[in-house]
């Protein structure tokens, strides 16, 4: 997706982020640093970019989907690319490059079952931190820095086959049977840097 012009007037790191060949991306910033707006317009192009993809979004609860990340993506949804939408199952059509039409659905994690079975080209999490879900959240919560969004992703992974590596940062952090556990903090570059060369030795 290199050399597109955008329609959007975007910063630096929203750019790398949103044209990123990447198969895996995280955007980290405090609020207001435009992670939803670019997790909405890496979206839009692929599902334009891949005819019939389908992609779903997750947030941690109803509300804050629909207020939040559901609110913000159509709102910077261009028109041309709109297709069509069913709210009653919270779904938006894009249109695709060949005129056709890629899914995306909106979810959110209180329920995990209701995408659990769901078969998607990509997977996007909207959410300001995952650390800051308070002790007993729900089933599968480990603690408040294992998240009310981690435990569940991970569980949702690994029944799906997929090679989990979990960021915790207390050394007494529980993460789900069968991930591979590291110990180190998403704001310290040096310590990513480190698991990310461990993670990938292990392949």
């Not at 050399?3 to 949103?18: D, R, S």
């Not at 955007?27 to 979206?43: C, D, Q, W």
């Not at 529980?174 to 570059?189: E, K, L, M, T, W």
Request: proline share 4%; glycine share 10%; aromatic share 8%.
């Amino acid at each position: 997706m290199e050399n597109l012009q955008f329609p959007w007037k975007l910063l630096p790191k929203q750019e790398e982020f949103i044209t990123s060949r990447a198969a895996k991306l995280a955007y980290v910033g405090g609020f207001g640093s435009g992670k939803t707006v670019s997790l909405a317009i890496r979206t839009f192009l692929l599902c334009n970019h891949i005819p019939r993809n389908r992609i779903i979004i997750l947030r941690r609860t109803y509300r804050e989907l629909m207020d939040s990340t559901y609110r913000t993506f159509m709102e910077w949804l261009p028109p041309d690319l709109y297709y069509d939408e069913k709210k009653s199952d919270n779904i938006v059509y894009v249109r695709d490059q060949n005129g056709t039409a890629s899914e995306v659905l909106f979810r959110s994690l209180n329920n995990p079952e209701k995408f659990k079975s769901v078969e998607v080209g990509g997977v996007g999490i909207d959410e300001q931190g995952l650390g800051h879900f308070p002790r007993g959240a729900g089933k599968g919560t480990q603690d408040e820095h294992s998240g009310f969004i981690g435990a569940r992703l991970c569980a949702t992974l690994l029944d799906h086959g997929v090679e989990v590596h979990a960021l915790v940062r207390r050394p007494d952090a529980v993460v789900p049977a069968g991930a591979v556990r590291h110990q180190g903090d998403v704001c310290d570059v040096a310590s990513l840097r480190h698991i990310v060369a461990r993670a990938a030795g292990q392949r």
